[in-house]
């Protein structure tokens, strides 16, 4: 079965510095998505992405943050400069099209030192 | 603002017994979603529900949706240890970028 996969599993990172996360989404899906978890919390959206633009963002993706479709396969999260409560599971998710059931990868776990 | 509420936050209950999870939601959705992650993995996704009325059951977990109560439920039927994770319920917001919102989960431990 097709899956969302993610890289790295494991990002650990120094506050301030820029860091890169990375997804494949399933190959014929159109919506894609971050979300993320701070441990032991609920899951939070971060921000969608649908026909090469930003469709939806919320409150916590702020201008730290940016989104990148860089080819027909590869989309990724970046965080310009870190800070400590960014610290959390970040989720690529994707769906065939708008209210098709998401599909979500493994997730990065982000450590923010 | 979509607000989805679950509860209990956390369930500790016995092998065969039989428990049930609430999800609620405030504004009008026909697709909800349930998600089970284990420590440290990624969401699972268990059932879809698209339409007032839906049931879909798989092994001893049966889930519910009713849209005019805004209510979903997650039954589980004579747990098993395997059962033990958290069970987030997640909301379709429907137009526009269809993201979803999640519940904070249910803790579920089931005992020998």
């Known amino acids: 079965e097709p899956e969302v996969t993610q890289t790295p599993s494991h990002q650990v990172t120094q506050m301030g510095q820029e860091v890169i996360l990375r997804c494949v989404p399933i190959s014929n899906h159109l919506y894609f998505y971050w979300y993320r978890q701070i441990l032991g919390q609920k899951v939070e959206f971060l921000v969608s992405?649908?026909?090469?633009?930003?469709?939806?963002k919320s409150e916590i993706f702020d201008d730290q943050f940016s989104v990148e479709r860089p080819d027909g396969s590869n989309f990724t999260l970046k965080i310009r400069s870190t800070k400590l409560e960014d610290s959390a599971m970040y989720f690529c998710a994707s769906s065939l099209t708008g209210g098709q059931p998401q599909h979500f990868g493994d997730g990065t776990r982000l450590s923010i030192l | 603002e979509l607000k989805v509420e679950q509860n209990p936050l956390f369930l500790s209950m016995q092998e065969g017994k039989n428990y049930t999870i609430y999800c609620n939601y405030s504004?009008?959705?026909?697709?909800l979603y349930w998600y089970r992650q284990d420590p440290g993995k990624s969401l699972e996704s268990l059932f879809v529900?698209?339409?007032?009325?839906a049931v879909k059951q798989e092994g001893r977990l049966m889930a519910s949706l009713d849209t005019k109560a805004r209510l979903s439920t997650l039954h589980i039927t004579a747990a098993v240890h395997d059962l033990s994770a958290t069970y987030f319920c997640?909301?379709?917001?429907?137009?526009?970028?269809?993201?979803?919102?999640f519940g904070k989960g249910t803790k579920l431990t089931v005992n020998p």
């Open positions: 992405f649908y026909n090469n633009e930003i469709s939806e």
């Open positions: 997640a909301v379709d917001t429907q137009g526009g970028s269809e993201k979803l919102v």
């Open positions: 504004t009008t959705s026909d697709r």
């Open positions: 529900l698209l339409s007032n009325g």
